[in-house]
């Protein structure tokens, strides 16, 4: 059934639709995106900070971000370092100029093993956020949901009062030992679920409410609101707007520009279809996991094994092309 064009005026676009019942984030290092959609909160990466640095516009911050770590002096890894840390900050203080909740920076992806090195990385993150005069509320630490991440952001959250956004999540294991841990916030990916499930499997396509990363998300909100744990779940990774539709009621969903602008265009009903109601009425039993149960349950999931470990090899290679751009 087509919607008259005078109806379709009276309608609210998908996306201010979605924006009642989810909150949105926008999933980038762009400025100009976030002044358009108006996101909440807004996160970064390794490879959306790599794609921004790039663009004329953001050359200012690449000179400020050398000239700070030429300031610090030491060897010349050891300047990159701190200029590629300076860089993230520079990024994110603009980014939170322009929206009144949280930004997301990410922890280098080649600490993901290394529980000590994380601690010391995002402590160092929040000193240099401090500096220009951002408070630590307003920030979300990331790392990559490995034990040794998920482990530091017990640390981090408990001991330091540090917000902590666990990225890199494809298992059901990393979503559990996530909850234990008291986090704050978990990014479940779709769209790599998907890619994995498209290139393994027979199926090359799927209607959204049985698309396996939105499977996966629905699962992982149910468990925590079933539960009664305060962790946030924000779905992200999408690779079309039905996936992100079929998530409506998700606590957050990060979501790229692209999809922003195709939201904004579209003008059908949307109705929620996560509720802390059914989830507390779904049929799933509670779990505890220590390491040796997690990295068992997890390398049960072959499809969360290989995107995690992807997924940090993609991570690291962009914050080494990000450093060789800065030297």
């Known amino acids: 059934m087509s919607v008259s064009p005078v109806k379709r005026q009276k309608m609210e676009s998908a996306l201010d639709q979605l924006k009642h019942h ?9 400025f100009n995106a976030i002044d358009e959609y108006k996101p909440l909160d807004a996160t970064t990466n390794p490879s959306l900070i790599l794609a921004a640095a790039q663009m004329p516009a953001y ?7 050398v000239a700070y770590g030429k300031k610090l002096g030491g060897s010349e890894e050891e300047q ?4 590629s840390d300076k860089l993230f900050v520079l990024f994110g203080a603009e980014i939170l100029k322009r929206i009144p909740g949280r930004v997301s920076t990410e922890v280098d992806a080649r600490l993901s093993f290394d529980k ?3 601690i010391q990385r995002a402590r160092r993150l929040i000193d240099l956020y401090k500096e220009v005069g951002i408070g630590k509320d307003r920030i979300l630490i990331k790392l990559s949901s490995t034990w040794e991440g998920i482990q530091t952001g017990r640390v981090l959250e408990a001991e330091h009062g540090i917000h902590c956004n666990m990225t890199l999540l494809f298992s059901f294991a ?24 498209v290139a393994n499997g027979d199926k090359k396509t799927y209607e959204p409410s049985e ?26 990774s999408f690779r079309n707007t039905g996936q992100i539709k079929a998530l409506t009621g998700c606590d957050y969903l990060t979501i790229s520009p692209k999809l ?15 509720s802390v109601k059914e989830a507390q009425a779904c049929n799933l039993e509670k779990i505890h996991l220590d390491e040796k149960a997690f990295r068992w349950h997890h390398n049960e999931d072959q499809m969360a094994v290989e995107k995690l470990s992807d997924g940090i090899r993609r991570f690291a290679a962009d914050a080494v092309k990000l450093e060789r751009m800065l030297k």
């Not at 990159?80 to 200029?83: F, G």
């Not at 922003?260 to 996560?274: G, R």
């Open 116 to 118: 000590e090195g994380m």
């Open 80 to 83: 990159i370092k701190n200029a």
């Open 211 to 236: 698309d396996p990363g939105v499977k996966s998300v629905t699962k992982i909100y149910n468990y925590y609101k079933k539960f009664g744990y305060k962790t946030i779940v924000m779905g992200a």
């Open 59 to 65: 050359q200012k911050l690449v000179d400020d971000a």
């Open 260 to 274: 922003l602008a195709e939201l904004s265009k579209e003008h059908v009903k949307l109705t929620p279809t996560l």
């Open 174 to 197: 990393q979503a559990v030992a996530c909850a234990e841990a008291g986090v704050t916030l978990i990014s479940p990916f779709v769209g790599r679920i998907l890619d994995w499930y």
């Open 22 to 30: 989810t909150t949105v984030v926008a999933d980038t290092g762009d």
